[in-house]
């Protein structure tokens, strides 16, 4: 997991680094505003699912109880966060174009992409973390590094010169990475007693606080 950190971090810091220089000093500055609303509300919002979710099956296994309805639970919980924040970005779309996307429309949808595929990355990290994979959870945050690194260098190389590509790519890497992590996992979640949302919700306020925070 340490070095897929590493890989990851070297990765997010090359594509900014490459998406600024293709777009320029202004462009690039719409999608700066993309990635640090996108990494504000994401993480922000979804590292308390996977944190409870993480804490919930490793208890179920600790005491030979399947995971299953406990992951079912806080994928719904994710689900229905992320269409708020979703329609929330929508909603707000007719002012955030201009003024903060440079009236790059691509933008807005790649935030929405992004925050749902970070909902669906933060549920699936909960559960690989709690069923102890954490080489393929190390593989999710590298593999979506990567992704989103060669396609904006493949987008640079190209002549792109528009932000909104770029955006794109920022919104769909999650579920590149996701993808990866998840081929070959066989056996991750097995049927179990039902799953009240009081497994889930117990500390989960004091953690969205902190997250938010913290980003």
């Known amino acids: 997991m340490g070095a897929w950190l590493l890989v990851a971090g070297l990765a997010a810091y090359g594509f900014l680094t490459v998406a600024g220089r293709a777009l320029g000093s202004e462009r690039a500055s719409a999608l700066s505003t993309l990635w640090a609303l996108g990494f504000l509300l994401g993480p922000g919002c979804f590292l308390p ?22 992951a079912r639970r806080a994928a719904a919980g994710a689900a229905a966060l992320a269409a708020l924040l979703i329609a929330a970005v929508a909603l707000s779309a007719p002012v955030s174009v201009g003024r903060l996307f440079d009236g790059q429309v691509l933008l807005v949808i790649g935030l929405c992409l992004l925050l749902a595929g970070y909902a669906l990355e933060h549920v699936v990290k909960g559960v690989l973390a709690g069923a102890d994979r954490f080489g393929a959870y190390g593989r999710l945050n590298g593999a979506e590094a990567l992704v989103r690194l060669g396609a904006c260098a493949a987008l640079a190389l190209g002549g792109v010169r528009s932000a909104g590509p770029y955006g794109l790519v920022l919104g769909l890497a999650p579920f590149a990475g996701v993808a990866v992590a998840l081929a070959g996992q066989r056996d991750v979640l097995a049927p179990g007693p039902p799953a009240p949302w009081a497994e889930l919700t117990r500390a989960v306020g004091w953690l969205l606080l902190a997250s938010l925070l913290a980003q």
Do not use: F, I, K
């Open 49 to 70: 699912v996977e944190q409870e979710l993480a804490r919930a099956l490793a208890a179920r296994r600790a005491r030979g109880g399947g995971g299953l309805p406990v």
